[in-house]
């Protein structure tokens, strides 16, 4: 604890405390996975169980205004105009980020 | 390390050009290959559960990498006649549909990979593409079975069994 404990205190400063939800953390974990391809708002809310639209929408909007994702239009079986988000790269700077200071957390812990 | 020259021999086969900037092409694509190897096919692609079901990050990189050969499907190799078979049998049964593809692909991927029963995976489906109707659903898992659990002769000589009282019920009914 001691040897690391400055160490993680220093290193949360590169953080985006914005982003410490839960719901934000799993949406960025899954998307980090999808490069390009990215996920429908749809996969996204039933995959995730993040809940009801309201709480799958906001989370998702304060993302892409962060910069983090991007959100396009895609069509689906001629009839669907579906909401495909991509992870930015600075999303998943800011996603491998939280991954190193959860490690650090997890390390020192063990 | 995925064999992307004999997925593009696949999309040959069906005439389905792949275009990575198409989303609905990308599905088809991903759970097209993920059903062949189901049932055997040795595409070599190694698949997951993702957000967006059975996936493989490894085609997607071949499919943006490789992108001419998957649009214009110049391959370069061609496929047995066994895998012809395979792949026009799947391709009728499904007829290139994203969302029967998607639900079919996800179903079959966790009772054979995860090992969930068909019930947990039903479930899982469920709750996971909860966005499409139930009669989606129970057509893509209907699919899905045809095109991966074919009958053994076991199977067939116990379903003759069951039903043939009901076959001669009928036929009697049909006399009177």
Known sequence: MK?????????SGNLNSKLFSL?????LWALSELGEDGATA????????IGNDGSTYSNLNALVEMGYLRMEKVTFENKDNLELYVITPAGLEEWNKIKTWLDMLVCEGE | MGDWRKAVAIFEEMAFPVNC???????????????????????EYPFGMYVRGAY???????YYKHSEEFQNLHSGVSLSDEEKAVVNTLDDLFEKSPSLLEIGATYAYIVEK???SPVEAFRVIK?????????QIAKGISKAKQFLFEPTETDLKWLEQETRPMQQASIQSLRH
């Open chain 2, 127 to 135: 709750e996971t593409k909860g966005f499409y109707r139930d009669t």
């Open chain 2, 114 to 116: 995860m090992h969930l």
């Open chain 1, 42 to 49: 749809r996969q996204i809310k039933n995959g995730l169980n």
């Open chain 2, 56 to 62: 493989s990050p490894s085609l997607t990189q071949d």
């Open chain 1, 3 to 11: 040897d690391k404990f400055l160490e993680i205190v220093d290193y």
């Open chain 2, 21 to 43: 900037n198409k989303f609905e092409e990308k599905l088809v694509a991903q759970k097209t290959i993920c059903l062949l190897q189901l049932k055997g096919m040795n595409v």
């Open chain 1, 23 to 27: 719901n934000r953390m799993k949406i």
